[in-house]
């Protein structure tokens, strides 16, 4: 290329008004082994533009699915909750069936029946005791509020 | 987006994130991390990217931001930059030392430049982008993109000329 149009071309340049072509031609011309003397100077600098776009990167990336694990793990802790809470609960039951006894003669069976079933009354009884003393406790509180209640209202 | 996919979208452009980081960081590990970072931030948000018109535009964006940030959290610590990479240039880059030395030179230069001036340069001069995709990435009007480059040209070529004369004399 004529040495005049590589001066304008980098006058354009310095101005920033070269098109891309032009900066590429510039490069060009620089990099050829005769370069004109008295623009030596420049031949680093289009050098070092040049060279610069030879360096890669190429460190690789910790690129992973992003999953939701969390979602999984929670799921795959429910199932295996479940699953040891059937295993025990199927562990405890024929252990209860075992304890019932069973009589062989009926005397004694009858006498433990009558046993068993006063038991029971004697303790239903207790309860009923309770609960009669509490619905006394209650009605009498029960009088109180509304007596009060209805003292109040008729104030009003 | 699978992850081939991915790599077919970054693969034009990933060489050019690492280079605007290390003309920002100077550093080849730390513009390593930082591609990194930026490649990673990408892929995690894969599922917007077909929203933007261009993701070459969007990552150096990012790059430029990121290194910005990662340069004032370093000034504010005090930090100085430690650069000692000039030497382990690519292998297969069997150059003329004397070419090598005036490329640092250049190299050097550069690095006193504001920073706004050497992304500008770095994208025009040596990614050779367009000063609409510039002026887009910076976040500038295409006039004021053109003056930091010509700024940014003008002080390279002054000093150049300074060590050029500088080596006449001295020989």
Sequence with gaps: MELQTIEKLLNKYFDGET?????????????????????????????????QEQQRFDKPLPLKAKRNYGKWLSVAASVVLLGGMLTLYNLQQPAQNDDLGTFNDPEVAYR????????????????????????????????????????????? | MNQ????????????RVFRLAKRLLVSTEEAEDATQEILVKLWNNKGKLESYSSVEALAMTMTKNYCLDQLKSKRASEMRIVHNNYTDRQ?????????????????????????QQKMILQMRDVEQYEFEEIAKIMDMNETAVRVALSRARKTLREELTKTHSYGITNN
């Design chain 2, 4 to 15: 081939s996919d991915f790599m077919n979208v970054i693969t034009p452009f990933k060489d």
């Design chain 1, 19 to 51: 098109t891309i072509a032009e900066e590429k031609d510039l490069k060009l011309y620089f990099s050829s082994p005769d370069v004109a003397p008295q623009l030596e100077q420049y031949r680093p600098l289009f050098g070092y533009l040049s060279n």
């Design chain 2, 91 to 115: 292998a297969g880059l069997q150059q003329q030392t004397e070419d090598r030395d005036s490329w640092n030179w250049v190299e050097k230069i550069m690095e006193t430049l504001p920073e």
């Design chain 1, 112 to 156: 433990e029946t009558q046993k068993a079933l006063n038991m029971l009354s004697k303790n239903v009884n207790v309860g009923v005791g309770s609960v009669q003393y509490v619905t006394g406790e209650y009605n009498k509180s029960k009088d109180v509020i509304f007596k009060e209640s209805s003292n109040h209202n008729q104030k009003k």
